[in-house]
């Protein structure tokens, strides 16, 4: 008769062994995204190439043994504070009217999340979501209200319209044509690139195998003042399921609110998709839905599962990820895309 004692213990001693061999793994040395999917964990992923920054800072609580929540916020409080990024945080491009907005959101582990919207005077939108979660019985606040809120916790209200944002509004308001551009990092030195709109979500997961999530952006440049997009709505920006992964998108937020991307990766990885997989068929769906509206824009998406494999994709070609582990901090992939990888 097994004497049940040993077995649990060489149960866990087993199990041990197997989220060691699967740490092995995650030794992604090349731009090769068969070879960076591989999986394993500790792990944090985030969009564009400003989260290789951004993850070097998340990987410090991480490789400390710290929760993936913890990895998140700190993670994505590098871009936001970045006076050269002007699509995330407090050197954000303001909306038509002249108005710094930010937006943010976060969720972690065990389902709780929080959000702003439409938030100004505040530079770091991310660590008032958190407490919106922690703190109050919502999810989401919103303008005025968000602001509010920030400051009964301490935090300073600050002019947020820098000289540089503030030039650049002025030369938009001479002709004031509005026109989402793609992918800031591949369109930085075309005329209207320093116009696009992109932002950081980022996806972690913890030495014990818990995932947490964070989306934040300073949203589309000389926007209609009080336009949100997907970043801080949870299930469209961002959605965690500790059971399952987590997912974030980027790229134009109101055809990813419309298909509730996010919560779309996610429930897509439950039926046993790919991360990779997973997006795509996201992306497939905005497509097959508004094929001639996909032309014109850019969503991508980012997906992780809970044995640390990820994978992206996007509608146009020029989206990148960034990955960071034991391995390599620093690891920049570009994801596949519709317009690239499937129609020539």
Not at 74 to 102: C, F, Q, S, W
Not at 248 to 275: A, D, H, K, Y
Not at 318 to 342: E, H, M, R, T, W
């Amino acid at each position: 008769m097994i004497d049940r004692r040993k077995f649990l213990k060489a149960t866990a001693a087993s199990a041990s062994l197997a989220a060691l061999s699967q740490y092995s793994l995650a030794t992604p040395a090349t731009n090769k995204v068969s070879e960076a999917a591989a999986g394993g964990f500790p792990i944090v992923i985030s969009t564009w190439d400003f989260g290789i920054a951004a993850n070097k800072e998340a990987w410090k609580t991480l490789a400390a043994g710290g929760r993936a929540l913890d990895a998140v916020e700190a993670g994505v409080k590098i871009p936001e504070a970045d006076m050269k990024n002007h699509t995330v945080g407090r050197a954000g491009y303001p909306d038509r009217d002249g108005h710094v907005t930010l937006d943010a959101c976060i969720m972690d582990e065990f389902g709780n999340c929080g959000s702003v919207a439409a938030m100004e005077d505040i530079a770091h939108p991310i660590s008032v979501a958190r407490l919106v979660m922690e703190k109050t019985p919502h999810v989401m606040l919103v303008g005025d209200g968000a602001s509010q809120f920030a400051v009964e916790q301490g935090f300073k209200r600050e002019k947020l319209l820098t000289a540089e944002s503030e030039k650049e509004w002025k030369k938009w308001l001479v002709k004031a044509e509005y026109s989402p551009k793609m992918n800031i990092e591949n369109d930085q030195h075309r005329p209207g690139g320093k116009y696009n709109h992109d932002t950081i979500g980022m996806l972690a997961l913890d030495a014990k195998g818990n995932i947490s999530g964070a989306c934040t952006t300073s949203g589309m440049a000389f926007k209609l003042h009080g336009r949100v997009g997907d970043s801080p709505i949870i299930g469209a920006g961002l959605y965690v399921d500790n059971e399952v992964g987590g997912a974030t998108s980027t790229g134009v937020g109101e055809e990813v609110i419309r298909n509730v991307g996010s919560f779309l990766v996610v429930e897509l990885m439950r039926q046993g998709l790919s991360p990779e997989d997973a997006c795509k068929e996201a992306v497939n769906r905005i497509i097959r839905k508004k094929p001639e509206t996909a032309k014109k824009i850019q969503v991508g998406f980012l997906a992780i599962n809970k044995k640390g494999e990820y994978g992206a994709y996007a509608i146009q070609e020029g989206f990148s990820f960034a990955v960071c582990n034991a391995d390599k901090q620093d690891l920049l992939i570009p994801g596949k895309s519709f317009y690239k990888d499937d129609k020539k």
